[in-house]
T-cell receptor, first 114, second 113 residues
Framework: DTAVSQTPKYLVTQMGNDKSIKCEQN?????MYWYKQDSKKFLKIMFS???????INETVPNRFSPKSPDKAHLNLHINSLELGDSAVYFC?????????????FGEGSWLTVV | GESVGLHLPTLSVQEGDNSIINCAYS??????FIWYKQESGKGPQFIID?????DKRQGQRVTVLLNKTVKHLSLQIAATQPGDSAVYFC????????????FGTGTLLAVQP
């Protein structure tokens, strides 16, 4: 069974569209994350939720809106997509919100904006 | 897949040799460090971690060394195998109430058969 699963794996869309990426974890973890990896492989945190509560919100355009319907799901909605949003988006989870909890990543969602 | 023009630091080793991947971290307050392995087309995979009250930790074929004086972390892989070929990231956690990882730039390990 996949621990952290995200869909879709590949997404090609036009500028200006709105799209969502879904994430689910079956590890029983309390904390979930979204990370963005750019074309240079640089990984940066975007958001973190703990039990549906937003706890990390990095400097991300407000076109990006995470939604956590329950602690096992954290979806990422992106409005008015721009070319610069093209990247790989990784969902992740950890048992704890505190420092030291191992973070497990999903397989990534490749977003290409044309 | 890899992007055109992507230039990651690369370590090329022969199969069976030992590999050492180095990482400099930025925050002296960081209290937890992790090494991740990322294969092409996949997500980062946890390899080994170490807390700031330790200077060495061993796993299966891997060892992490932490030098807090110079803010340096290294990953040693013994008897490197072709399956070890991947991009390796170190990450630091600045600690406190949030589990926020700051990733390094990544090193591409290329294992030659």
């Amino acid at each position: 069974d996949t621990a952290v699963s995200q869909t879709p794996k590949y997404l090609v869309t036009q500028m200006g569209n709105d799209k969502s990426i879904k994430c689910e974890q079956n590890l029983g973890h309390d904390t979930m994350y979204w990370y963005k990896q750019d074309s240079k492989k640089f990984l940066k945190i975007m958001f973190s939720y703990n039990n549906k509560e937003l706890i990390i919100n990095e400097t991300v355009p407000n076109r990006f809106s995470p939604k956590s319907p329950d602690k096992a799901h954290l979806n990422l909605h992106i409005n008015s997509l721009e070319l610069g949003d093209s990247a790989v988006y990784f969902c992740a989870s950890s048992q704890t919100r505190r420092s030291g909890g191992t973070i497990y990543f999903g397989e990534g969602s490749w977003l290409t904006v044309v | 897949g890899e992007s055109v023009g992507l230039h990651l630091p690369t370590l090329s080793v022969q199969e069976g040799d030992n590999s050492i991947i180095n990482c400099a971290y930025s925050n002296s307050a960081s209290d937890y460090f992790i090494w991740y392995k990322q294969e092409s087309g996949k997500g980062p995979q946890f390899i080994i971690d170490i807390r700031s009250n330790m200077d060495k930790r061993q796993g299966q074929r891997v060892t992490v060394l932490l030098n807090k004086t110079v803010k340096h972390l290294s990953l040693q892989i013994a008897a490197t195998q072709p399956g070890d070929s991947a991009v390796y990231f170190c990450a630091e956690n600045i600690g406190g109430a949030t589990n926020k990882l700051i990733f390094g730039t990544g090193t591409l390990l290329a294992v030659q058969p």
